[in-house]
């Protein structure tokens, strides 16, 4: 059974301090910027925009300037995508970033590289160089060929741009500033043809196949080959979208697909707002944010590259570590590296009988969940599940009685489980407390940084629990309960085809039913799973409203 | 010392990490605990009220007004030049040259730091005749001109603490340090190769021998989020060795204690630690309730050495000169064969150490830190550091 | 007078043409003038202004609400700091947010009733953009919007159809948006406009002209999301002809001096909150007082306030919550300390808005500074009896120094107020029990 009964749930009524998170953005519509659940397009996320500019520009483009932060629906930013507009505020942030990156374009450190003309004159327009260019890189950042019209338009701005300026590189970059905040470009549209198979029918067109299928495996927008393959109707057959997607999975950019669909799925978007008080946890500098992300990153890169069963990201005792990382773990690690030499990740083997197993012992799952000085099982486990095991966990209701938890004072209620307790012991809100406190209690040998402890205030800390009716005494034995629950697989499964499609799959498909079931009989192999969603028919589906429009033209 | 290290006292559970599994790297008998030296400085013992009672040496401008006097000018000349509206960090020129040029080798004038014997007639600093210091009984002898130890109750040497502990420089009562030692070595460790030591004995929850080896490791210290030494972090070992000092020690009365160490070795990178040599060195140490350890090495130092180590350091209210012959004066041991003048002189070093993993350049973990506080209990500190009480900062001294 | 934006365009594109740029032509006076304020120096009206500064888990059970009504009340403990500003201030009390049915959604239901008339409602427009189109056009920045804590989600600024507009964080970035190269200052003697942000304004057009193309591929849902981002480019497009017209002088804007340090973004403790909505106040008071905006708004926190006393693990949340009511006092203890902190700073922002001076008054007079909350009662969220301040009379419009209790009606009635104050032309706002078409009388003038 995937989903617990809501309504049950809903009636009841719930103390929950530690539920509520820490911006509570998280589940809640409130976040929606606009109302249409028919809409398909998708902002570009900062890491794809970032990605897109190194793809299309060479890494030397410094990207240095603020993004429009975006809109987490349903636990995945890549669902709000499809919310997320443009503000105020955003669009002065994009074009302070178009015009930091169009400066650098044209600037004279690239220029060799990227401005593969000479114009006539470098104080005077050219039509001829500067058509190339905008016709060159139009077709990278829109993602297809500009019609002649748009190439004409933007042509003349240049020039006169040049004139006014006089200066030629500097009226391209201006057009070039303009594309790079054009909804054409900050937006994945997903528009449709004639679909000659089926007479009176539409699909998906090419450009729009590439564009989902670059940002879904790779992150990032589609290479030279891949706008050749719309362009030519290879990836409307079979076998060339097939060619394209071995490709494409067998790249090493594949890594920066996997990267951004765990950081996601993770909720790493998070870490901005995580603030530790180091007078407790005097290891947890603020570089920890960032080298926290990267441990599980790599950890989950190299497991899913190995093409493992992706359920051992749970019970793995391989990851990378740190000098410092191993520090605030409290594990050793040698790293040889000569004196003023900066730290470096080692891969790292927790030995046998260590409780530091998978990825939920990363300091990436116990600190995010967790206040700036104390630990909440509540929030770990419910992140759990919902994050790993797209479990809802009803919000707290908003008129709740309180009497129950009036004698909260700390000098008798020394560890979580006791102050949680306190709270639960109300039959009306144990419910809802019963799905994420187990979890939640199992880790609470980790404490608010991630670091281990067996006694909390003097007290031993108690990580015994009940999951599924089968009894654990800590994580050691909870997290293989985990492992083998199939809501973990299921969930990953569909978050992996929301990240890639915006949606998450339809309702009482069944070629999304043996995607899943090959999924398992694969060995949840994840990467088997990545191809087998872009070769479905369901990742390139077109909805009803966009058949109807397609029909005004 | 950080003025947050109250609030580290108070939060001890939360701060030693539990580290479990982590597996003894040789046979189940042995446990060894890791520690990284976090502080290094001499050790004083400032009680205001007893220690220099004729207050002779002063702050930096007395000093500077000895010293004009000793070339020549007059009381009043010298208290106008280093009055309230005299500027003394920039006296005329060739008056800075001559208080430099002090020295005469050859019948040239030289400056006195590099030749501080041949400076006529040399200042004499007012030494410590307070009857307290820290330290150890180093020759096994009483001449008459030991200090009791506050601590152990013991008679012991520390005559270099006699010849400086009444210099501006040294008047500190922890936490706070020998100003200029401390200054040296926060800018120091972020660069220079730490020093290690770990202690290996069958069961050190329990009074019995133990072995305590210190090492080089290959990497500076690493700091944590507060700025302080960060624990709990992994050193390599230097392989060269030249650290490498393994010592006879035991764990009785509450003490770690390590005696008759012919000579004891560290060697740094640091401008002004460049090297630690004690002679016939004893130590002593005790785990504080946050884990980390404190505790003092003693033992005959090049007095030479240590002088060319303070003249070497910035700072202020230095009289180098004047420390340089102190130390000459009160050197105790180790006499040159031709001349009959002592070469080395009892000290006491106060040192810190943090807890810390050690490994070997190939990945075997050699030391880790204690899993538990309560561990250490047969070391632990039961009573705060001892320090004299603290008295009003003595007035401005006479200059005569 | 409007005029449109073609029109507009055509002007630049004809000024563009020629090679010098005259300043002052009338077709400028008019786009200037189209709210209808002028400036100090030209004896016109003085620009209004509107900012709301919230705080998060309100006051407490109601043990902070004054005996009296009307002018003679005495100030509760809760809101002491604010006595300095007694007389020139209205306390709202009593009023709540009415529910309909509606899910209480804590810490965000109240407050997204009371800045949007209506609770739960994503994307309608907030109070702090109804006014700004009022009263804000033709400036620079349409509003700004800060949160003190390091996240931009603290925010309930809503522009209609766009969602959330995200809180500034970083005092330094802030100012350099503010007072960085966009920035012209109204009192220089001598006005070039840059001639790159003339081609950037009229480079633009490239972008405008995709419009047309991208609807006829879309479908209406994807339309709508275009329509959208074509209204934030106009405010771009707004930010950019500011820049080229000779700003008005104003007598009480001086630029503040550059800002440097490192941001800390994150934070988790009381007192670095309150440094930081310092620092953020004067920021927003120059970029008031220099005419880059009409309208500011400022957060302390998110709702469910994270910030924590020093030493202690438990925040202001977690303690309105676990912390018993003192049996003697009749509140909670530790609670009561981070609501006398935020008032404080309330009190130090309003107090930097009055250290403007403008003519024989001070900006906090001229303007409307509107306080909320987002539970009347934390500890059990309630989403009644809700405390609310304003400060200033909105250029004379408003009464002040009474105490205001408003016992069963909807705190919707509050922020309607303060539009008519404002002189937004307005007959309604909200809806369902929450719908008002009458404002609080005895406080307008």
């Known amino acids: 059974m995937r989903k617990f009964n809501t309504k049950f749930f809903r009636r009841a009524l719930c103390v929950a301090v530690n539920l509520l998170p820490l911006t509570f953005s998280a589940v809640h519509a409130a976040e929606r910027a606009s109302g249409d659940p028919n809409a398909t397009s998708l902002r570009l996320s900062p890491a794809q925009y970032k990605q897109t500019i190194a793809d299309v520009f060479g890494t030397n483009i410094v990207i240095d300037g603020r993004f429009e932060p975006e809109v987490r629906e349903r636990g995945l930013l890549a669902l709000g995508a499809r919310w997320a507009n443009v503000s105020d505020i955003g669009i002065e942030r994009y074009d302070d970033l178009a015009r930091g990156i169009s400066a650098q374009v044209v600037g004279p450190n690239n220029r060799g590289t990227l401005i593969s003309c000479k114009p006539k004159s470098e104080t005077a327009a050219d039509d001829a160089c500067a058509r190339m260019l905008i016709s060159k890189y139009g077709r990278l950042l829109y993602r297809r060929a500009l019609n002649e019209n748009e190439i004409a338009t933007r042509v003349k701005l240049a020039n006169d741009a040049a004139t006014t300026t006089g200066d030629f590189y500097a009226g391209f970059a201006a057009v070039l500033s303009d594309m790079l905040i054009s909804p054409n470009f900050l937006f994945r549209y997903r528009t449709v043809e004639a679909d000659p198979a089926k007479p009176g029918a539409k699909r998906l067109d090419g450009y729009s196949k590439a564009t989902a299928l670059s940002y879904f495996l790779w992150n990032s927008t589609p290479d030279d ?56 946890f005097p290891r947890y500098s603020t570089k920890i944010n960032d080298l926290a992300q990267e441990q599980t990153l790599k950890t989950i890169v190299d497991h899913v590259l190995a093409n493992k069963d992706y359920r051992d990201l749970i019970t793995t005792r391989d990851t990378y570590l740190t000098r410092s990382l191993a520090a605030l773990y409290g594990v050793p690690i040698t790293d040889t590296a000569d004196n003023g030499e900066p730290d470096r990740f080692i891969k790292h083997r927790y030995p046998e009988g260590d409780p530091r197993v998978g990825i939920l012992s990363h300091v990436s799952f116990l600190a995010l969940n967790s206040h700036s000085a104390r630990t909440s099982p509540t929030l770990r486990g419910k992140a759990l599940r919902e994050n790993l095991m797209c479990q809802v966990v009803p919000a707290p209701p908003g008129n709740v009685d309180f009497t129950a938890v009036e004698d909260t004072a700390s000098e008798t209620l020394k560890t979580g489980r006791d102050r949680l307790l306190a709270h639960s012991s109300n039959p009306v809100c144990a419910g809802c407390h019963k799905i994420t406190d187990p979890i939640g209690l199992a880790l609470e040998t980790f404490d608010a940084a991630g670091g281990y402890r067996t006694t909390e205030n003097g007290a031993k800390i108690n990580t015994s629990g009940v999951h599924n009716n089968v009894n654990f005494q800590g994580a050691a034995d909870l997290l293989p309960l985990i492992r083998n629950d199939r809501a973990l697989t299921s969930c990953v499964a569909r978050k992996i085809y929301a990240f890639g499609t915006g949606k998450m799959p339809p309702r009482g498909s069944a070629e999304w039913d043996a995607i899943e079931k090959k999924f398992g009989e694969d060995g949840y192999n994840v990467l088997r799973l990545m191809r087998q969603v872009a070769l479905s028919d369901i990742f390139y589906a077109v909805p009803p409203a966009e058949v109807d429009t397609a029909t005004r033209n | 010392m950080q003025p947050g290290v109250r609030l580290f006292c108070m939060r001890a559970a939360a701060l030693v990490v539990g580290v479990v599994f982590v597996p003894a790297s040789g046979a189940m008998a042995a446990q060894t605990y890791g520690y990284m030296v976090s502080s290094l400085s001499t050790a004083t013992w400032n009680d205001y009220a007893t220690n220099c009672p004729q207050n002779l040496n002063g702050y930096g401008l007395d000093v500077t007004r000895r010293d004009l006097i000793a070339i020549g000018f007059s009381k009043e000349e010298a208290e106008k030049m280093t009055g309230a509206d005299a500027d003394a960090e920039r006296l005329p020129r060739d008056v800075a040259q001559r208080l430099l040029l002090r020295a005469t080798v050859n019948g040239k004038p030289v400056s006195h730091y590099s030749a501080p014997e041949a400076v006529p007639n040399p200042p004499v600093i007012e030494s410590v005749v307070g009857p307290v210091a820290l330290g150890f009984d180093l020759d096994g002898k009483i001449t008459g001109t030991e200090f009791t130890d506050p601590e152990t109750g013991a008679k012991i040497d520390n005559q270099l603490w006699r010849a400086i502990g009444c210099s501006e420089n040294f008047r500190a009562i922890p936490p706070a340090l020998p100003f200029t030692e401390e200054l040296t070595w926060a800018l120091a460790i972020d660069s220079a190769p730490a020093w290690m030591m770990s202690i290996t004995g069958e069961d050190l929850t329990k009074d019995g021998p133990v072995t305590v080896t210190f090492e080089r490791a290959t990497k500076h210290l690493e700091r944590d989020a507060n700025g302080d030494v960060m624990t709990h972090a992994t050193y390599v070992v230097d392989p060269m060795g030249r650290s490498h000092n393994v010592l006879k020690g035991e764990i009785k009365g509450g003490f770690l204690t390590v005696a008759n160490v012919p000579k004891f070795y560290l060697q740094s990178e640091m401008p002004f630690f460049p090297e630690i040599e004690l002679d016939k060195a004893q130590m002593r140490m005790q785990v504080m309730p946050n884990g980390k350890l404190l505790g003092y090495w003693g033992g005959y130092y090049d007095w030479k050495r240590y002088a060319y180590m303070i003249t070497s350091r910035p700072g202020s209210g230095a009289d180098t000169l004047g420390l340089y012959h102190s130390l000459k004066r009160f050197a105790d041991a180790t006499p040159d064969p031709k001349t009959g003048q002592n070469t080395q002189i009892s000290m006491t070093y106060r040192m810190e150490a943090v807890p810390a993993f050690h490994s070997t350049v190939d990945g075997k973990i050699l030391a880790s830190p204690a899993a538990d506080a309560s561990v250490s209990a047969a070391m632990a500190r039961r009573d705060p550091e001892v320090k004299p009480k603290a008295g009003p900062s003595p007035p401005r001294a006479q200059v005569k | 007078m409007k005029i449109s934006i073609l029109a507009r365009r055509q002007v630049l594109r004809g000024m563009m043409a020629g090679s010098a740029l005259s300043v002052g032509l009338p077709i400028l006076d008019c786009i200037l003038n189209e709210s209808g304020d002028a400036f100090a120096a030209t004896g016109k009206p003085l620009p209004e202004r509107f900012a709301t500064w919230f705080w998060g888990c309100g006051l407490g059970e109601g043990n902070w609400v004054p005996k009296a009504a009307g002018a003679d009340y005495e100030l509760p403990a809760q809101l002491a700091p604010l006595k300095p500003f007694q007389k020139r201030m209205l306390l709202f009390s009593g009023s709540h947010i009415m529910l309909d049915g509606a899910n209480n959604n804590t810490h965000t239901t109240g407050a997204m009733g009371i800045t949007q008339g209506e609770p739960n409602k994503q994307f309608k427009g907030s109070i702090d953009t109804i006014i700004g189109d009022h009263i804000g056009r033709g400036t620079r920045f349409r509003s ?23 809180a500034e964080i970083s005092p330094i970035k802030l100012y350099a948006r503010i007072f960085g190269p966009g920035y012209a200052d109204p009192n220089a003697a001598e006005f070039t406009p840059d001639p790159q942000v003339m081609v950037r304004r009229s480079v633009l057009s490239g972008v405008k002209e995709e419009r047309d193309a991208l609807n006829s591929k879309l479908g209406a849902a994807d339309r709508a999301k275009l329509d959208n981002y074509f209204t934030s480019l106009r405010s771009l497009e707004q930010n950019l002809e500011v820049q080229l017209q000779k700003p008005d002088p104003l007598e009480s804007c001086s630029k503040p001096n550059p800002m440097e340090g490192v941001d800390k973004g994150a934070l988790s403790l009381a007192s670095e909150a309150m440094a930081r909505a310092g620092i953020f106040a004067q920021l927003l008071a120059h970029a008031l007082a220099c005419g880059q905006t009409r309208v500011v708004n400022l957060a302390l926190t998110q709702g469910i306030s994270p910030l924590r006393q020093e030493g202690d693990s438990t925040n202001h949340h977690a303690y309105t919550h676990e912390e018993p009511i003192d049996p003697v006092l009749g509140y909670q203890v530790k609670a009561a300390i981070f609501q006398k902190q935020y008032m404080q700073a309330l009190h130090d922002f309003v107090q930097t808005m009055d250290s403007i001076k403008e003519g024989d008054k001070s900006m906090l007079d001229r303007m409307l500074v509107f306080a909320f909350t987002d539970h009347g009662a934390p500890r059990l969220h309630s989403v009644r009896n809700y405390p609310l301040m304003f400060f200033g009379t909105a250029n004379g419009r408003l009464k002040t120094g009474m105490h205001v209790p408003r016992m069963g009606d909807t705190t919707v009635r509050i922020g309607f107020t303060a539009q008519q104050a404002m002189g937004v032309p307005t007959s309604a706002w909200g809806a369902g029990s929450n719908r008002v078409t009458t404002p609080i009388s005895e406080i307008l003038v």
Request: glycine content about 12%; hydrophobic content about 35%; some cysteine.
């Open chain 3, 144 to 166: 700004i919007e800060v949160g003190c804590n390091g996240d931009p989600g603290a925010t309930w600024s809503v522009r209609e159809g766009q969602g959330r507009q995200p």
């Open chain 1, 225 to 280: 080959q891949l706008i050749k393959a719309a362009e030519n109707g290879e990836l409307q057959t079979v076998d060339g979208l097939q060619r394209q997607v071995d490709r494409m999975v067998g790249s090493p950019s594949m890594e920066s697909g996997i990267r951004a669909f765990f950081a996601d799925m993770l909720h790493f978007s998070d870490f901005e707002t995580i603030a530790k008080d180091t007078t407790y």
